[in-house]
């Protein structure tokens, strides 16, 4: 076991009870702020939203890749870093079966541009690589795919009248592994967040992953608004 890392079998109750009130914090934050998906727009149009979210997705899936690979060497705890090729492995095979599927339905799997915000946003998560590991997992594990497992569920209530096929897609195939990920860092801030000045910063970590993710989402709606 890494020497900074606690036992997990003494994990504190407290480290678990924070652990909890901050996924609360976070789904609080995130109520009705994913603009991507509309529920009440006519079937035609989400369908246009569902296949926006699908090439985003390819473009996601792609970067997770690669951000997952950069902060694996710079994870020093053992019990965590052995989790990480898993979720590496999980995000290139979503990215082979949106690929698959926009193909399948006729599409471009390569044609999605993202916003400069989009882009900024997996730039900067690459550019963490040497934060502490506490900071980067309350990011993204915990924060971004906590979010990502919100906003499966919603498209794949949204796209089952429209497009069931590629509902049971994220259903069956995806889903299941976002919550394993965000499992990632649940375990991660357990283990580490075990002082109030760590739960201080995993905080933070979260709400300046949320703030940067957000942002990233009112660009789309600013250009989805503008019918660009």
């Known amino acids: 076991m890494h020497a900074g890392l606690a036992d997990p079998g003494k994990m504190s109750g407290d480290a678990r009870r924070f652990v909890g009130a901050l996924a609360e914090e976070n789904a609080s934050f995130w109520r009705d702020r994913d603009v991507r998906l509309d529920p009440n727009a006519p079937p035609a149009l989400r369908l246009e939203q569902i296949r926006y979210r699908m090439r985003q997705g390819v473009y996601n899936e792609l970067r997770s890749v690669e951000l997952i690979a950069a902060w694996i060497p710079h994870v020093p705890e053992r019990e965590i870093r052995e989790l990480l090729p898993g979720q590496l492995d999980d995000e290139h095979r979503h990215y082979r079966l949106l690929r698959a599927r926009l193909v399948a339905l006729g599409e471009d799997p390569d044609g999605y541009r993202p916003l400069p915000e989009w882009e900024a946003l997996f730039d900067w998560l690459c550019a963490c690589r040497t934060r502490p590991t506490l900071e980067k997992l309350a990011m993204f594990q915990f924060a971004g795919e906590t979010q990502s497992c919100e906003g499966f569920e919603t498209l794949i209530a949204l796209a089952r009248d429209v497009d069931p096929e590629t509902a049971e897609l994220y259903r069956a195939e995806i889903l299941p592994d976002e919550y394993r990920h965000a499992a990632i860092g649940r375990k991660a ?9 760590l739960q201080a910063r ?8 949320n703030d940067r993710i957000f942002a990233a989402y009112g660009a789309h709606r600013a250009r989805a608004d503008r019918g660009a």
Do not use: G, S, W
């Open 202 to 209: 995993a905080r933070a970590a979260c709400r300046e992953m």
């Open 189 to 197: 801030l357990t283990l580490l967040a075990d002082t109030p000045a």
